[in-house]
């Protein structure tokens, strides 16, 4: 999106690469992702993007640094994201898919729908604060909160949970803002995710 040339490798999740010997080297705490910039180890997405934002220089849009008040509602929403947006999505994923599937253990419905719940309150909290009166999470223009936020809203998607955005008009808009604006990379960039949504059914068919 932003022509920035770098390799990418793959780390198997499923198969545990990410405990190997070669990529603790490179993250210890065996957590993806993880860059190597001609040496340089660094761990944490958020870290990263900003690394490589302030590396390159890329539009102030994505984070700003010239405008304070800008740069800290990027940093309000980025805040925020981990306890809300990250919290409910992926304990969503964890309790309908992941754990199911690691341990053979039936999906707990009560967790499921005490999560369900905080998850329409985050989505609320993002139509009427976040977005409230503007087109993206921070302002009138595309930001790394908008990006962080709705990669981790569609893993409400893998796991057919959609409907609870989808019921949001603003927050429905919004992601299909950020998708038109952001692809071909944000369909590139959700392959597995598509993938996986395809094949849920089958998967929770025998969860
Ligand atoms: N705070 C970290 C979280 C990283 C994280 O939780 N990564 C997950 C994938 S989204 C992972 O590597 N999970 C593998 C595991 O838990 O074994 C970041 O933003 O980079």
Redesign the pocket.
Known sequence: MNNITFESRQ?A?RK?E??GEEYKKINP??????IDDEGFKL??????VKYIINKYNLPEHWFPRQNLKHQARVEEYLQWH?ANT?FCC?SLLLELVINPQASGKPVDHVAVENLRQKTTVMIHQLESYFLKDKNYLAGDEISIADLFAVCELMQLFVCHEHSLYEKSPIVKSWMERIKNQTNPYFDEAHKIVYRIHDGYKKISAKL
């Open positions: 780390v999740l545990g990410h405990y705490f065996c957590l993806v992702p993880a761990t944490e997405s958020m870290a990263i981990h990250r992926g």
